[in-house]
C-alpha cells in the first residue's frame, strides 16, 4: 500500500559517521520517514537500534550503491511504498588510507566505481520518483575543488555550462585508464582517486540542477556540500569536527524552504557558504 501522505528522506551509507549524524538530525527536523540505509543489514540494523535508543524512529533498508540490482531493488521498494521521495543525500563514498597498499590503478578503478558512478546509478534509479520540491544534496569535499586539477584543459572542460553527463562519465573512465596506464598526472589530472572522484560528484550536481530546471516537476534543488575535516573512520578520527557538525550543512540544503532560488545547484561549505568551484 503506497503511503501516500507520508514525506520520504533517504541518506546513503548511513550507519556511521557524518551519514549517521544526518539521520539522526533529520529523525528529529524532517516530518516524514527516514531511511538509514547501508550495504551491510547487521551493521544498518545495529545503528537503527541506537537510534531507537535515543527515542528516534528511523527506518531501514539494504542499499549497496555499488551494487546495480541492490539500488534498483530499493527503487522497487520506494515506488511500491511511497508517493515519491522528498530528500535524497547521497552521501556513501570510499577512501583509501595514505598508507594502502593497493597499486593506484586498482584505488582508482575502486574510488571512480563507488564515489562516481556508484552515487550516479542512485540518481538514475532514484530521480524518477523526486517529488516536486524535493531537494537532493550530493556529499563533495575540499578535495572536490576544480583547482586540485592541475590540467587547464581539464578544468575549462569540468567547468563549462556545456559539459554533459556523457562527457563527465568518460572523463572519469578516462582518469582509471590513464591511471593503468600511468599517465594520469601527464594528463593533468589529480594523484588523488578520491579528490578526481569528488570533482566529479561537484561537476555533476551542476549538470544535474540544469536538468531539473528543464524538468516538469517544480522547484527540484541539487546542491554538492563539502561537509568540513570531519573525525570519522574515513578521515582516521583527525578531522577537528563532529560527526553532528559534519551533517549541518547537508541537513541544512536537505530542508531548504520551497521557492529557494539563492542555494541552487551550488558548491558549499561546511559552513553553509557558497564557494565558486573555479576559484576556491
Known amino acids: 500500500m503506497i503511503l501516500a ?5 533517504i541518506v546513503t551509507g548511513s ?19 527516514v531511511y538509514l540505509t547501508a550495504r551491510d543489514v547487521g551493521r544498518g540494523e545495529a545503528a537503527v537500534g541506537r ?19 541492490s539500488v534498483y531493488v530499493f527503487a522497487k521498494f520506494v515506488a ?12 556513501a563514498a570510499i ?6 597498499t593497493e597499486p593506484f590503478d586498482v584505488q582508482a578503478e575502486e574510488t571512480i566505481r563507488i564515489n562516481y558512478f556508484g552515487l550516479r546509478t542512485v ?19 575540499s578535495a572536490g575543488r576544480l583547482s586540485l586539477i592541475p590540467g587547464e584543459d581539464l578544468r575549462r572542460t569540468l567547468s563549462s555550462p556545456l559539459l554533459t553527463l556523457d562527457q563527465l562519465d568518460t572523463l572519469m573512465r578516462q582518469f582509471v585508464e590513464k591511471a593503468k596506464d600511468g ?13 578526481v572522484s569528488k570533482v566529479g560528484v561537484t561537476a555533476l550536481t551542476f549538470i544535474q540542477q540544469r536538468a531539473f530546471d528543464e524538468d516538469p516537476r517544480t522547484d527540484i534543488v541539487i546542491n554538492s556540500v563539502h561537509p568540513g575535516y570531519v573525525d570519522t573512520d574515513m578521515t582516521s578520527h583527525k578531522g577537528p569536527l563532529t560527526i553532528e557538525q559534519g551533517a549541518e ?16 545547484g551550488r558548491y558549499v561549505w561546511f559552513d553553509k557558504t557558497i564557494k565558486d568551484w573555479c576559484e576556491c
Open 15 to 33: 550507519n556511521k559517521g557524518i551519514g549517521y549524524a544526518i539521520v539522526k538530525d533529520l529523525c528529529e527536523r524532517f516530518d516524514g520517514d
Open 80 to 91: 511500491e511504498n511511497y508517493a515519491g521521495i522528498d530528500v535524497l543525500v547521497n552521501n
Open 51 to 69: 537510534l531507537n535508543e535515543l527515542g528516534l524512529k528511523p527506518k531501514f533498508h539494504q542499499l549497496d550503491v555499488s551494487d546495480t540490482s
Open 249 to 264: 550543512a547537508p541537513v541544512y540544503l536537505s530542508l531548504l524552504p520551497a521557492g529557494e532560488q539563492n542555494v541552487k
Open 183 to 195: 599517465v594520469h598526472e601527464q594528463s593533468g589530472l589529480s594523484s588523488s582517486a578520491y579528490s
Open 5 to 9: 501522505n507520508t514525506r520520504l528522506a
Open 123 to 141: 540518481c538514475d534509479a532514484l530521480f524518477p520518483l523526486l517529488v516536486p520540491g524535493a531537494r537532493v544534496v550530493n556529499l563533495s569535499s
Open 95 to 100: 577512501a583509501f588510507k595514505k598508507a594502502a
